[in-house]
């Protein structure tokens, strides 16, 4: 018996060391200490929860740029945040890159992330996509709007996603599962808007006209909105992009809502430099040249999403769909909410 | 012996009862009321519809299998166990992307005709998802009822029958009974593999313990409250384990000589049913989900053989060998520390197997909380190792080795000991020379279930793992997440692969003549 558990922890242990020859010899073909002296190349450490083929082309290209390496280690953003918190002052991440504004706002809250004082970022980052103290800045915008089947809606119809909850929409309306957070974020936004009793009396209206039992995903969303099982959803924009891309003529139609009142829902992924981080200085160039005029446009792009940097226009597919109003509302209101929000959902029976 | 497994353990159990020292009103208050009564119903329901759903398939294909005789017996018998090699997620998106209102079956009855039959519609309903539950996890039920009828359960059958009881009530008075103790474990880990389940049941966006746990650490941002919900499920846990240990009298000493008895030949519509239905259930968890697997992939098909892929696929096999080695040494310890134990050690060795039942994600996050405080006393690094992964697959799958081992330990009768030592046999000899060829095939089937269990595992590998260190499971995951699942289907193919090799050993080694 002991002999099994000497070899067991023998071999736990070599496994273990294999890992950490891995983890260092990760992106790059040079071999090098991560902690480098003048002449060897920087590396900039990354939690990342964004997809990984949507961020790694563009860490390379950063590279070539300006000669500073990328590591990166892809999770769920929650777990990231928790892990940032539990590594505290031992962490080897210098920046976290999540998307939507709630889980920025938290790991700013839960004092994750340091203020940021650097020019370059409040020229390329307008002030409400970007957290209250500069903690966390938003890289590209998502529009979370309306989708509508052409044959069994005039656009006529649409307006806000407040009317959404007339009655005249009953067994039209298809929704999205309440625990993704691009809903919480959005009925946060509509409590912030409306004040809770109001915003309770939307969703219940929501609830109440759903044809179907909410949805796991948006892709699934739109595609229930296609075959005909709803005539109207709410989805981010970037999800019917990719079915365009697939299909030129793919017969579901953008609308964008609050055009005359509030402005369409926006949220973005974005990136802060961490507290602990040991080379806060790379984090900050990092995150600078994301946002820059450069790097902005394949950033959002490769997404099918938009450019947060104004100087900057989107490009491909998504200039089909015209300009539009976004809600100016400070997104940290988002993450503020965002429980609140979810508390609501569940009174209401919004699943 | 069972010290260092409790210590183990213990850890995150213990995290569990401490997360009730900060305490959570207001959350707490919004939870019970919405809620917690809407949670306690499903679990119930889950108790009861897959529960009696795994009991009934599983005992009933059991006992063809065993018992009967009908055309093709032999070639259907192994595929009925295929399923195990199914994550309960991969089941889940496949059939949901089958059944919903835009898949393929629906649409061909709204263009046919004009609309679909209330039972389909039914069946993308949230509560279907209890269906693809029963579907992945009857072959636990299947494999211990299996065995158990065949090792005795023929003969007592045939008694009863030359007794003159009819055949239905020779099989419920006599040969049920006698399998009761395999069909309690069975259900209990099908219904334990349930509780813990998070994929599959958020593709049918049907509300569990482990849903709301989720909703409430990342939309309600309260990880005390998180984990106080996962101690209530650990609860329903208890629940099932004392009644397992109630319901398992004792257990046969399985006799190593079997009468041979023949087997029912069954003819007619008879066999033609048994035949039929054995061959639906395969067509439904083998066949139609390989089918709409390689469909979904075909295009993608020559990316499996890429760089990547096969470095995932090392890193799946990497991962799951170590741990199933890890788990099967930590069953041989509860094994030796409860064996033929009194009352109260044999509790504290369903304590050390608890951990099946927590789900994976509160499962890591105990494990990175402790291991990252260790790592600030000691200066160690290792939350971020390999080390903690494997540690949450022991926690989790330590059961999974101790039933098949358990079941062979039986065989160690104390003369056989007693003999080797008279003849001067060492210590360590004895154990190398007798001990070990005894249970050895026990090792081997808790070896390789560990190792499909683990292939599948994805919340706790998902936490846990070191940088850059991806599994099939989690870029399937990383692709359903969106909804992707043509793309999700590749690394599905593989992993329903890979994860069928073991699976096929299985069932080789218990073949049944």
Same mark, same amino acid.
């Given at each position: 018996?002991?002999?099994?558990?000497?070899?067991?922890?023998?071999?736990?242990?070599?496994?273990?060391?294999?890992?950490?020859?891995?983890?260092?010899?990760?992106?790059?073909?040079?071999?090098?200490?991560?902690?480098?002296?003048?002449?060897?190349?920087?590396? +900039?450490? +990354?939690?990342?929860?964004?997809?990984?083929?949507?961020?790694?082309?563009?860490?390379?290209?950063?590279?070539?740029?300006?000669?500073?390496?990328?590591?990166?280690?892809?999770?769920?953003?929650?777990?990231?945040?928790?892990?940032?918190?539990?590594?505290?002052?031992?962490?080897?991440?210098?920046?976290? =890159?999540?998307?939507?504004?709630?889980?920025?706002?938290?790991?700013?809250?839960?004092?994750?992330? *340091?203020? =940021?004082?650097?020019?370059?970022?409040?020229?390329?980052?307008?002030?409400?996509?970007?957290?209250?103290?500069?903690?966390? /800045?938003?890289?590209?915008?998502?529009?979370?709007?309306?989708?509508?089947?052409?044959?069994?809606?005039?656009?006529?119809?649409?307006?806000?996603?407040?009317?959404?909850?007339?009655?005249?929409?009953?067994?039209?309306?298809?929704?999205?599962?309440?625990?993704?957070?691009?809903?919480?974020?959005?009925?946060?936004?509509?409590?912030?808007?409306?004040?809770?009793?109001?915003?309770?009396?939307?969703?219940?209206?929501?609830?109440?006209?759903?044809?179907?039992?909410? /949805?796991?995903?948006?892709?699934?969303? =739109?595609?229930?909105?296609?075959?005909?099982?709803?005539?109207?959803?709410?989805?981010?924009?970037?999800?019917?992009?990719?079915?365009?891309?697939?299909?030129?003529?793919?017969?579901? =139609?953008?609308?964008?809502?609050? *055009?005359?009142?509030?402005?369409?829902?926006?949220?973005?992924?974005?990136?802060?430099?961490?507290?602990?981080?040991?080379?806060?200085?790379?984090?900050?160039?990092?995150?600078?040249?994301?946002?820059?005029?450069?790097?902005?446009?394949?950033?959002?792009?490769?997404?099918?999403?938009?450019? +947060?940097?104004?100087?900057?226009?989107?490009?491909?597919?998504?200039?089909?769909?015209?300009?539009?109003? *976004?809600?100016?509302?400070?997104?940290?209101?988002?993450? *503020?909410?965002?429980?609140?929000?979810?508390?609501?959902?569940?009174?209401?029976?919004?699943? | 012996?069972?010290? $260092?497994?409790?210590?183990?353990?213990?850890?995150?159990?213990?995290?569990?009862?401490?997360?009730?020292?900060?305490?959570?009103?207001?959350?707490?208050?919004?939870?019970?009321?919405?809620?917690? $009564?809407?949670?306690?119903?499903?679990?119930?329901?889950?108790?009861?519809?897959?529960?009696?759903?795994?009991?009934?398939?599983?005992?009933?294909?059991?006992?063809?299998?065993?018992?009967?005789?009908?055309?093709?017996?032999?070639?259907?018998?192994?595929?009925?166990?295929?399923?195990?090699?199914?994550?309960?997620?991969?089941? &889940?998106?496949?059939?949901?992307?089958?059944?919903?209102?835009?898949?393929?079956?629906?649409? %061909?009855?709204?263009?046919?005709?004009?609309?679909?039959?209330?039972?389909?519609?039914?069946?993308?309903?949230?509560?279907?998802?209890?269906?693809?539950?029963?579907?992945?996890?009857?072959?636990?039920?299947?494999?211990?009822?299996?065995?158990?009828?065949?090792? %005795?359960?023929?003969? &007592?059958?045939?008694?009863?029958?030359?007794?003159?009881?009819?055949?239905?009530?020779?099989?419920?008075?006599?040969?049920? $009974?006698?399998?009761?103790?395999?069909?309690?474990?069975?259900?209990?880990?099908?219904?334990?593999?349930?509780?813990?389940?998070?994929?599959?049941?958020?593709?049918? @966006?049907?509300?569990?313990?482990?849903?709301?746990?989720?909703?409430?650490?990342? @939309?309600?941002?309260?990880?005390?409250?998180?984990?106080?919900?996962?101690?209530?499920?650990?609860?329903?846990?208890?629940?099932?384990?004392?009644?397992?240990?109630?319901?398992?009298? #004792?257990?046969?000493?399985?006799?190593?000589?079997?009468?041979?008895?023949?087997?029912?030949?069954?003819?007619?519509?008879?066999?033609?049913?048994?035949?039929?239905?054995?061959?639906?259930?395969?067509?439904?968890?083998?066949?139609?989900?390989?089918?709409?697997?390689?469909?979904?992939?075909?295009?993608?098909?020559?990316?499996?053989?890429?760089?990547?892929?096969?470095?995932?696929?090392?890193?799946?096999?990497?991962?799951?060998?170590?741990?199933?080695?890890?788990?099967?040494?930590? @069953?041989?310890?509860?094994?030796?520390?409860?064996?033929?134990?009194?009352?109260?050690?044999?509790?504290?060795?369903?304590?050390?197997?608890?951990?099946?039942?927590? $789900?994976?994600?509160?499962?890591?996050?105990?494990?990175?909380?402790?291991?990252?405080?260790?790592?600030?006393?000691?200066?160690?690094?290792?939350? @971020?190792?390999?080390? !903690?992964?494997?540690?949450?697959?022991?926690?989790?799958?330590?059961?999974?080795?101790?039933?098949?081992?358990?079941?062979?330990?039986?065989?160690?009768?104390? #003369?056989?000991? #007693?003999?080797?030592?008279?003849?001067?046999?060492?210590?360590?000899?004895?154990?190398?020379?007798?001990?070990?060829?005894?249970?050895?095939?026990?090792?081997?089937? !808790?070896?390789?279930?560990?190792?499909?269990?683990?292939?599948?595992?994805?919340?706790?590998?998902?936490?846990?793992?070191?940088?850059?260190?991806?599994?099939?499971?989690?870029?399937?995951?990383?692709?359903?997440?969106?909804?992707?699942?043509?793309?999700?289907?590749?690394?599905?193919?593989?992993?329903?692969?890979?994860?069928?090799?073991?699976?096929?050993?299985?069932?080789?080694?218990?073949?049944?003549?």
């Amino acid at each position: 018996m002991k002999k099994l558990i000497a070899l067991c922890a023998v071999l736990m242990l070599t496994a273990c060391g294999q890992q950490a020859d891995t983890q260092s010899s990760a992106p790059s073909e040079t071999e090098t200490a991560p902690n480098a002296s003048a002449s060897e190349p920087q590396t +900039v450490v +990354v939690y990342s929860s964004r997809q990984p083929h949507l961020i790694e082309p563009l860490f390379e290209r950063f590279t070539e740029e300006t000669g500073i390496r990328v590591e990166f280690s892809n999770d769920n953003e929650a777990a990231l945040i928790e892990r940032l918190a539990a590594e505290d002052d031992n962490t080897p991440a210098d920046v976290l =890159i999540t998307v939507d504004a709630g889980n920025l706002w938290q790991a700013g809250e839960r004092g994750l992330l *340091q203020p =940021i004082d650097s020019a370059a970022l409040n020229g390329s980052v307008p002030a409400s996509l970007r957290g209250t103290d500069n903690e966390w /800045f938003g890289l590209s915008l998502r529009a979370r709007s309306m989708v509508y089947h052409p044959d069994r809606v005039d656009p006529a119809e649409l307006s806000t996603y407040e009317d959404l909850a007339d009655p005249r929409w009953e067994g039209r309306l298809c929704l999205r599962t309440s625990r993704k957070v691009y809903n919480q974020s959005l009925v946060a936004m509509l409590i912030e808007h409306h004040g809770t009793e109001r915003t309770e009396e939307i969703v219940s209206g929501w609830v109440s006209n759903l044809a179907t039992t909410p /949805f796991s995903s948006d892709t699934l969303l =739109i595609e229930a909105v296609e075959a005909g099982q709803c005539d109207v959803g709410i989805v981010n924009t970037y999800y019917l992009g990719r079915k365009m891309a697939d299909d030129e003529n793919y017969p579901v =139609i953008l609308f964008w809502a609050n *055009q005359d009142s509030t402005g369409v829902h926006v949220n973005v992924s974005g990136a802060g430099v961490t507290t602990h981080a040991p080379n806060p200085e790379l984090g900050q160039t990092l995150i600078e040249w994301l946002a820059s005029d450069t790097a902005q446009g394949e950033f959002a792009e490769r997404n099918l999403e938009f450019p +947060v940097n104004p100087t900057v226009e989107a490009q491909g597919l998504v200039r089909k769909w015209g300009a539009f109003e *976004q809600d100016q509302t400070p997104l940290s209101i988002a993450g *503020q909410r965002q429980a609140e929000a979810v508390r609501l959902m569940d009174r209401v029976g919004y699943r | 012996m069972l010290l $260092p497994l409790l210590a183990l353990v213990g850890l995150p159990l213990l995290m569990l009862v401490l997360a009730w020292f900060d305490p959570q009103g207001e959350t707490w208050d919004h939870l019970s009321t919405w809620l917690l $009564p809407r949670l306690i119903g499903h679990t119930a329901l889950m108790f009861v519809v897959v529960g009696t759903g795994v009991a009934v398939i599983g005992v009933g294909m059991a006992w063809l299998s065993a018992c009967c005789e009908y055309p093709g017996r032999r070639w259907l018998d192994p595929l009925l166990v295929l399923p195990l090699a199914f994550p309960p997620y991969v089941f &889940a998106f496949i059939y949901l992307g089958l059944l919903d209102f835009a898949g393929p079956i629906q649409s %061909g009855f709204r263009e046919l005709f004009g609309g679909s039959p209330a039972f389909v519609e039914a069946l993308s309903r949230p509560w279907a998802v209890l269906l693809i539950l029963i579907l992945a996890f009857y072959p636990y039920v299947y494999l211990l009822a299996r065995a158990s009828f065949a090792s %005795g359960g023929r003969a &007592a059958f045939e008694a009863g029958r030359s007794l003159g009881v009819g055949p239905f009530a020779t099989f419920f008075k006599v040969s049920l $009974p006698m399998a009761r103790p395999a069909l309690v474990a069975g259900m209990t880990l099908a219904l334990m593999e349930t509780l813990a389940d998070f994929g599959a049941v958020s593709i049918f @966006g049907f509300d569990t313990f482990t849903t709301a746990i989720y909703r409430t650490w990342f @939309g309600l941002f309260n990880l005390s409250a998180a984990v106080q919900l996962a101690s209530i499920l650990m609860l329903f846990v208890l629940v099932l384990i004392v009644a397992e240990r109630f319901n398992r009298g #004792e257990r046969a000493t399985g006799s190593e000589k079997q009468p041979r008895a023949h087997r029912i030949q069954l003819r007619g519509v008879r066999a033609g049913l048994a035949t039929a239905g054995q061959l639906g259930l395969i067509l439904i968890g083998v066949v139609v989900p390989l089918i709409q697997l390689l469909i979904w992939a075909w295009p993608e098909l020559p990316a499996v053989i890429e760089g990547s892929m096969l470095r995932v696929i090392g890193n799946t096999m990497t991962l799951g060998l170590v741990g199933a080695l890890a788990v099967v040494i930590g @069953g041989l310890l509860l094994l030796a520390g409860t064996h033929k134990s009194s009352r109260r050690v044999m509790l504290l060795g369903e304590v050390s197997a608890l951990g099946y039942a927590i $789900p994976g994600t509160v499962l890591a996050v105990a494990i990175m909380l402790a291991f990252t405080r260790l790592d600030q006393w000691t200066g160690s690094a290792l939350a @971020g190792g390999l080390l !903690a992964v494997i540690l949450a697959y022991l926690i989790r799958f330590v059961r999974v080795a101790w039933g098949p081992l358990e079941a062979v330990a039986c065989k160690i009768r104390p #003369e056989y000991g #007693e003999v080797a030592r008279s003849l001067g046999v060492s210590r360590w000899r004895r154990y190398l020379r007798v001990n070990l060829p005894l249970i050895w095939p026990g090792l081997l089937t !808790a070896f390789l279930l560990a190792l499909v269990e683990i292939a599948k595992e994805m919340p706790a590998t998902l936490m846990l793992r070191p940088f850059n260190w991806d599994t099939l499971a989690i870029r399937i995951y990383e692709l359903t997440a969106e909804g992707q699942w043509q793309m999700a289907a590749v690394p599905s193919l593989v992993l329903v692969g890979l994860g069928a090799i073991p699976v096929i050993l299985l069932v080789r080694r218990s073949v049944i003549r």
